[in-house]
C-alpha cells in the first residue's frame, strides 16, 4: 500500500490479510489464492504489508477492550491515512469486527468477505469455473463459520461459489443458522479447552462424515485450522480435504 | 349479592398482589445500568410483532411449536371468556354476552371449548416430555427440583383450568336443557356436552357442580397470576417487552465500551479531555447490577426451554457452560439483591456477586462466542452478552484471564499479531507462491 500510495495511485479495494491469513501457513495459501482472484480479474488492489497489525477481535471477544479498542484505533489511523473506503478480508473474524466494530470508533469502510467478492464476480459474469480442474462427481459441503453466518447472516455467498460447479453439493444435519462451531472462536483458538467429554471440531467431524463428502468447504483460516485437525484425528486425509472457497475457485479456474 | 362481594374481594386482592410482586420485578431490572434501545421503533415493533406474537423463531422445532402454539392461542383467546366471567363475577350476571354477541356467542363459546381441548392435548403431551420421555434438554445441572416442578406445576395448573372450564360448560348446558334457574339458553357446546354425560341428572347437584367449577375456574386464574411474578411462566408477560428491546445489530457485534474508549483516546492523544463522570465505574459486570436492565429483563424473561444450552457447542462436548444457567443464575442473583434491599435498605452489601458465587470461572471461559445460544433463543435472549461482560470483568478489573490468553494479548499488544511472530514477517506470505 505504502508503494502505491508513495506513486500517488489508490487500488479499487484493500485486502485484509489478517494475523492468520499473513502467518498460519495454510492460510498464507489461501491469501496467495485470494490475490490470484483479484489478479485474474484485474481488480487492483492493495495491502497494509508489516503496516497491518491484528484487528483485535480475539482480545475483545476474551475480554480485553483495553487492548481491543488501542489496536482498533491504531488501525484506523493507518486506513484512514491511505483514505481507504473499501475492504476485502478473507477473515470472518477481521471483517465483522471492522464492519461492525470500527464505525463505532471512527473508522467507517465497506467491508466484503472474499467470499461474497466471489459471489459479486460469479453475478458479474467476470468469474467462472472453467479452465481449471473439474469437481465433477465429487461431493462438497460447506462449513459455515459463526462470524459470517449467524454473526453476519452471510449464508448465500459462498455457497454460491460452490454452485456453479459441477458437482454435488451437500448440506450437513447442522447448517446454516443451526451450523456447529468449528470451536476456535471466543479466544478458544488460544488457550487449552476447559474439561469435557469432546473436543468441538471432532464432533464437528461426525457432521462431516455423515455427510459423506469428499471436500470440506470453509471460509474462514479457524474453521481451516479446526477441520484439518478433526480429518487428521480421525485418520481420512486420504478420502477428506478441507478446502477454502477460494482455493476452490482459483482451482476450478486453473488460475 | 354476597357472592358478588366476595368475587370483587378476591379480584382487587388478586390485582393488587400481582402489580405488587411485578412492580418489585420491574424495580429490580431497573437496577441494571442504563442501556438505549429506544431507536429505531418501527423495527422494534416489527421484531416483536414476528418474534413474541408470531413466534417464528418456534418453528424450528416443530411438535414443541405446535402444541405450544395450541397453549397461547388458547391462553390467548380464551381470555375474551374471562372477561365475561369478570363481568358476570361483578355485576351477579350470568352469560353476559350472550345476547348482545347474539349467534355469534355460540360460535365462540364453541371455539373456547375446542381451543381448551388443544390446551388440554398439549399440557399432556408437555408432561409427557418431561416426565416420561425426559427430553433431554430439560434436564441439566441447573434444572434442579424447584424448576422442574416450576414446569410441572404450570402444566397441572392449566389442565385444572382447562377442565373446570369444560365442566363448568357441561352442568350449565344441562342446566340450560332444564330449563332451571337463570340458566338461560346460550352458547353451543361441541365438547362439554359429550361431558354432560358424566355428570348427575339432577338440577342441584348441576348448580353447585357449575358454581364450583366456577369459582375454582377463576381463582384458579387469579391465583395462577399471582403465581407468574414467582416462576419461569412470567416469560408470557415480558416475551413481548423483551423482544420489542431485542438488540438490533448484527449477532457478531459486540458493544463498544464507552469508558475505554475515552481512556484509549487519552493514551493515544495526550491533548484529548474526556466528559469526566463522577461516579465511580468498573469494567465489565462482577454482579448483576454491572448488567443493564435489558440483560436483567432477559433473565425474567427466561422460560428455561433450553434450547440455548441443546444447542451450546461447549455444553454439548460436557463442559461445564449453559447458557440456560448462565440465565437463571441471573435472574435468582437480581432477586436475591431485590430482596436484600426490601428487608435490609438500599445499600445492604451480602458480600455475594454473581462471578464465583453463582456463575464460575470454568463456565465463562468455555464459550466460543458463537452465537448459537443467542440464535436458538425464542424470544431473543442474549447470554453471550453477559458472558462477555463478566470475562471484561476479569481480565480488566482482575487480570485473571487464564495464562494462555495473557500470552495472546502480550503477542497482540507487542508483535500485532495473537502468536508470536515478529510484525516484520508479516508480508512473508508473498514469496512463497
Given amino acids: 500500500m505504502a508503494e502505491m500510495a508513495a506513486e500517488g495511485k489508490q487500488p479499487e479495494i484493500l485486502f485484509w490479510v489478517g494475523c492468520a491469513g499473513s502467518f498460519d501457513e495454510r492460510a498464507q495459501k489461501i491469501t496467495r489464492d485470494i490475490c490470484k482472484i483479484l489478479n485474474y480479474v484485474g481488480i487492483s488492489f492493495a495491502v497494509l504489508g508489516t503496516e497491518e497489525s491484528c484487528t483485535g477481535d480475539p482480545a475483545k471477544r476474551a475480554g480485553n477492550e483495553f487492548l481491543f479498542q488501542m489496536q482498533a484505533m491504531t488501525n484506523i489511523q493507518v486506513l484512514d491515512g491511505y483514505h481507504i473506503k473499501k475492504i476485502v478480508t478473507g477473515c470472518p473474524h477481521c471483517f465483522n469486527t471492522i464492519k461492525n466494530e470500527y464505525p463505532g470508533l471512527g473508522g467507517n469502510y465497506e467491508v466484503i468477505h472474499h467470499s461474497q467478492l466471489i459471489q459479486q464476480l460469479i453475478d458479474e459474469g467476470k468469474l467462472k469455473a472453467e479452465g481449471g480442474e473439474s469437481f465433477k462427481g465429487k461431493r ?59 473436543d468441538i471440531n471432532i464432533e464437528r467431524m461426525s457432521d462431516v462424515l455423515e455427510s459423506k463428502a469428499q471436500i470440506v468447504a470453509a471460509a474462514c483460516p479457524f474453521c481451516m485450522t479446526m477441520l484439518s485437525d478433526g480429518v487428521k484425528h480421525e485418520n481420512k486425509e486420504q478420502e477428506i480435504q478441507v478446502l477454502d472457497i477460494a482455493e476452490i475457485t482459483v482451482r476450478a479456474n486453473g488460475l | 349479592m354476597i357472592a358478588q362481594i366476595l368475587f370483587i374481594i378476591i379480584l382487587a386482592a388478586a390485582v393488587y398482589l400481582f402489580s405488587k410482586n411485578a412492580g418489585k420485578i420491574r424495580r429490580n431490572i431497573l437496577l441494571g445500568k442504563d442501556t438505549d434501545r429506544s431507536d429505531n421503533p418501527a423495527l422494534r415493533w416489527k421484531t416483536m410483532a414476528k418474534i413474541a406474537l408470531g413466534q417464528t423463531k418456534m418453528v424450528k422445532r416443530p411438535v414443541a411449536a405446535v402444541m405450544h402454539f395450541f397453549i397461547y392461542v388458547g391462553f390467548i383467546i380464551i381470555n375474551l371468556e374471562v372477561m365475561e366471567i369478570m363481568i358476570d363475577g361483578i355485576f351477579g350476571s350470568h352469560r353476559i354476552f350472550s345476547k348482545p354477541l347474539g349467534s355469534l356467542y355460540g360460535l365462540l363459546i364453541g371455539g373456547f371449548e375446542i381451543l381448551a381441548v388443544l390446551v388440554l392435548t398439549a ?15 430439560f434436564s441439566g445441572t441447573e434444572m434442579t427440583e424447584w424448576p422442574r416442578s416450576d414446569a410441572n406445576y404450570i402444566l397441572i395448573i392449566e ?30 357446546f361441541p365438547v362439554s356436552h359429550f361431558v354432560g354425560n358424566l355428570l348427575p341428572g339432577n338440577a342441584d347437584s348441576l348448580e353447585i357442580i357449575e358454581r364450583g367449577c366456577w369459582w375454582f375456574h377463576i381463582i ?44 484509549v483516546k487519552a493514551m493515544m492523544d495526550p491533548s484529548f479531555v474526556p466528559e469526566t463522570s463522577a461516579e465511580p465505574m468498573r469494567f465489565g459486570a462482577k454482579d448483576v447490577t454491572d448488567l443493564t436492565w435489558k440483560n436483567l429483563m432477559e433473565a425474567y424473561t427466561c422460560t428455561e426451554c433450553g434450547r440455548c444450552t441443546s444447542v451450546c457447542p461447549a455444553n454439548q462436548m460436557g463442559k461445564l457452560l449453559s447458557p440456560r444457567k448462565i440465565m437463571m443464575d441471573t435472574r435468582d442473583r437480581i432477586t436475591e439483591v431485590g430482596n436484600n434491599i426490601d428487608k435490609h435498605g438500599k445499600d445492604h452489601q451480602d458480600g455475594k456477586a454473581l462471578l464465583d458465587n453463582y ?18 433463543c425464542p424470544v431473543n435472549i442474549n447470554p453471550l452478552e453477559i458472558i462477555t461482560e463478566m470475562r471484561r470483568y476479569i481480565v480488566m478489573e482482575e487480570s485473571q484471564a487464564p495464562a494462555s490468553l495473557n500470552n495472546m494479548f502480550g503477542n497482540v499488544e507487542n508483535n500485532g499479531a495473537p502468536w508470536k511472530y515478529s510484525n516484520a514477517d508479516r508480508f512473508n506470505w508473498k514469496e512463497r507462491s
Fill in chain 2, 123 to 137: 399440557c399432556v403431551v408437555f408432561l409427557a416430555r418431561r416426565n416420561i420421555v425426559r427430553l433431554k434438554r
Fill in chain 2, 159 to 188: 389442565i385444572l383450568l382447562m377442565t373446570a372450564f369444560l365442566t363448568m360448560n357441561a352442568a350449565d348446558h344441562k342446566l340450560q336443557l332444564l330449563n332451571f334457574g337463570h340458566y338461560i339458553k346460550a352458547g353451543s
Fill in chain 2, 220 to 263: 384458579g386464574i387469579l391465583a395462577f397470576l399471582n403465581y407468574l411474578p414467582y416462576s419461569k411462566h412470567f416469560h408470557i408477560l415480558l416475551a413481548f417487552p423483551n423482544t420489542y428491546y431485542s438488540n438490533l445489530n448484527p449477532k457478531g457485534e459486540f458493544t463498544n465500551m464507552a469508558t475505554v474508549t475515552n481512556e
Fill in chain 1, 140 to 198: 462438497i459441503t460447506y462449513h459455515d463459520p459463526c462470524y459470517l453466518g449467524r454473526g453476519n447472516n452471510v449464508y448465500e455467498a459462498p455457497r454460491k461459489a460452490l454452485e456453479i460447479l459441477d458437482t454435488e453439493l451437500v448440506e450437513m444435519k447442522r447448517c446454516k443458522s443451526n451450523g456447529l462451531c468449528c470451536g476456535a472462536g471466543g479466544g478458544q483458538m488460544f488457550k487449552e479447552p476447559e474439561k469435557g467429554t469432546k
Fill in chain 2, 359 to 376: 456463575i464460575t470461572r470454568e463456565e465463562l471461559w468455555a464459550c466460543t462466542t458463537c452465537n448459537a445460544c443467542t440464535e436458538a
